[in-house]
């Protein structure tokens, strides 16, 4: 009885793990939202987290497999490889989910040095007498998210700028 519970635990862990690589792809929808200097670190990381999934959903396959054909002491030593594993897994899934979060909330966090007349934004360090700080709206917006521009005129400023054209 204690064997057949064994083999249907690791299968059930099988199932859990199968189900978290189908939703892993989920994370992938947060990665236009985190900066474009640590995108493609975290697009590899989150492979090769999903590639770990699949290599734990082959271990738990193979240790149950060592199971039913009870060879327990090899079993013995998969599980305990599949323990130590684990905690790796875990540590950088954590790592992963951590630096998304990190990057996320950083892309537009605190306070914005912006010039109250042309609206240009300086940047965090830079020295606010050198025009090299500073940088429009719309430059400083698409370097932190995946934002894209279209410009259009509002109609207060059609009717300040072209009064002949306002309606």
């Known amino acids: 009885m204690q064997h ?3 083999i249907a635990m690791i299968l059930t862990g099988a199932v859990v793990m199968l ?3 189908f939703k892993a792809k989920d994370l992938h929808v947060l990665t236009p ?9 975290i697009i590899r990381s989150l492979g090769l987290h999903r590639g770990m999934m ?3 959903l082959l271990g738990y396959c193979v240790v149950a497999g060592v199971f039913s054909l009870r060879f327990s ?5 998969l599980v305990g490889l599949v323990f130590l594993l684990g905690a790796l897994f875990v540590l950088l899934g954590l790592h ?6 990190l990057e996320i909330k950083n892309t537009l966090h605190g306070l914005l040095p912006i010039c109250s007349s042309c609206k240009k934004i300086r940047s965090a360090n830079g020295d606010p007498h050198d025009p090299a700080s500073w940088s429009t709206v719309e ?3 698409s370097a932190k998210t995946s934002a894209d521009f279209t410009h259009s005129i ?14």
């Open 4 to 6: 057949i519970l064994s």
């Open 19 to 21: 189900f978290n690589l």
């Open 33 to 41: 939202f985190i900066p474009e200097r640590s995108r493609s670190t």
């Open 54 to 56: 699949f290599f734990f």
């Open 73 to 77: 002491f090899v079993g013995e030593l």
């Open 96 to 101: 992963i989910q951590t630096r998304m979060l």
């Open 139 to 141: 430059k400083f917006i």
């Open 154 to 167: 509002c109609p207060d400023c059609l009717k300040k700028l072209y009064p002949d054209l306002y309606k």
